[in-house]
């Protein structure tokens, strides 16, 4: 296997002059902006045996094949493929890695959204209103939320930022328009919430192993990725914990979204059965074995959570009526719901629940394992409909009673 480098790989190739090292790396074609590869010959093979003395001749030989040529002006592409050779690549090898799932995502963000748009542009001419009001036209023509306007933005930045940290660009606030971009940021998403009773009566119409990853979810807090993640031996029975170890999302493994979320999880008696129970169940019960393994794939991977959902979790919620729905020409029921159901609701719910009941938030926090309990307050807690006409009810009840003492003010 060819070794990759920051710098480029180095190959061997039979030349006129014997075997000799090349270095192979890509760069910007100035003609069309296009990313090719290119090749530079370092030295005979007899002269550098191995490819540690390969590599110190290209150190030498000061070979700063990544940077880009600013005999020309540096585009919006220049930038970006510079960030994502540099930003975008497996945790594994970055010093400050990012999840598979945010580099993905970044990927989709660049190649679909901001490379057609800006890509020829020279990154300097740039101006912060044009980006305004582009995304202003993405949120009409594509209906576009919020927060996903909000990452483009973000995304763009960080190439700007990138450039500005490796020189590409000069280093001032003029040559980085984002700073001067406005995006709303709030999202008019609103999720569903589940009472005890709803949640209870969900997990009646569930079977095995469903039930008992529904209620790992609703009684933990534990996102999808994390509950599909563990392993038995993340699980331990007599000190009453769980460890969140790794995630499963999008067919990988990754790594828990912080510090903060790789904090144990209490295994309370009453889930610690259902668990047990499940564990003597399944064929794969070894420790390193998936807890939600994948019966389909012989218990190599786990399951897969978007199909947990549309299987098996939103047919439920539909058959207690939690969701819309209708029958079809043969009575069967048919989810028509619009809303946006699945195991982060459980999730909400969780938070919700803890805080109606007046559980302190720091205790909340720690158990959703959120670096900041303001996140904890603002995204993850919800009033329920009884809450709120309480709230106001508490209120008017005070000003009518504070009224009638003095002039006898009534309600007709």
């Known amino acids: 296997m060819v070794r990759r480098h920051q710098q480029g790989r180095l190959k061997k190739e039979k030349r006129s002059q014997g075997e000799t090292w ?76 990012k999840a598979h ?45 919020n927060p996903t306007l909000d990452k483009t933005r973000r995304v763009m930045s960080l190439v700007y930022r990138h450039g500005q940290r490796y020189g590409l660009i000069p280093r001032n606030q003029e040559s980085n328009p984002m700073r001067f971009v406005r995006c709303k940021t709030t999202s008019e998403y609103e999720a569903m919430i589940l009472t005890p009773e709803q949640a209870y009566a969900v997990l009646l119409n569930l079977k095995e192993p469903e039930r008992t990853l529904t209620l790992l979810a609703a009684g933990t807090g534990l996102r999808i990725s994390e509950c599909l993640g563990l392993q038995w031996q993340d699980v331990s029975f007599a000190e009453a914990v769980i460890q969140v170890r790794r995630t499963w999302t999008c067919g990988q493994v990754g790594w828990p979204k912080s510090k903060t979320s790789k904090g144990p999880v209490p295994l309370h008696p009453l889930l610690a059965k259902f668990m047990l129970r499940w564990k003597r169940k399944t064929p794969y019960s070894q420790p390193g074995d998936w ?50 159901f699945g195991f982060h609701n459980l999730r909400h719910s969780l938070a919700s629940f803890l805080v109606r009941i007046k559980t302190d938030p720091k205790t909340v926090q720690t158990l959703l394992r959120h670096s900041d309990v303001k996140l904890t307050l603002q995204c993850y807690t919800h009033s329920v409909s009884e809450d709120r006409m309480a709230a106001a009810g508490a209120m008017l009840t005070a000003i009518f009673s504070h009224a009638a003492d003095r002039s006898g003010l009534k309600a007709d």
């Open 291 to 340: 807890v939600f393994a994948s019966f389909k794939l012989h218990g190599k991977q786990p399951r897969v959570a978007n199909m947990l959902v549309e299987d098996y979790l939103r047919p439920a919620a539909v058959k207690v009526g939690i969701l819309s729905s209708h029958r079809d020409g043969e009575g069967r029921l048919v989810d028509d719901d619009p809303r946006r």
């Open 101 to 145: 799932t945010t580099i993905r995502a970044y990927e989709r963000a660049l190649r679909n959204r901001l490379l057609p748009r800006w890509g020829d542009r020279v990154a300097l001419s740039v101006e912060p209103l044009e980006v305004e009001q582009w995304l202003k036209t993405l949120k009409l023509e594509e209906a576009l939320s």
């Open 22 to 97: 090349v270095l192979f790396f890509r760069t910007v074609r100035k003609s069309d902006g296009k990313r090719v590869e290119n090749k530079v010959p370092i030295g005979l093979v007899k002269d550098f045996p191995d490819k540690s003395c390969a590599w110190a001749e290209v150190e030498r030989q000061h070979l700063h094949i990544n940077q880009v040529d600013f005999r020309g002006c540096v585009t919006f592409a220049d930038l970006a493929h510079h960030y994502a050779e540099h930003e975008l690549v497996e945790p594994t090898e970055s010093i400050h890695p």
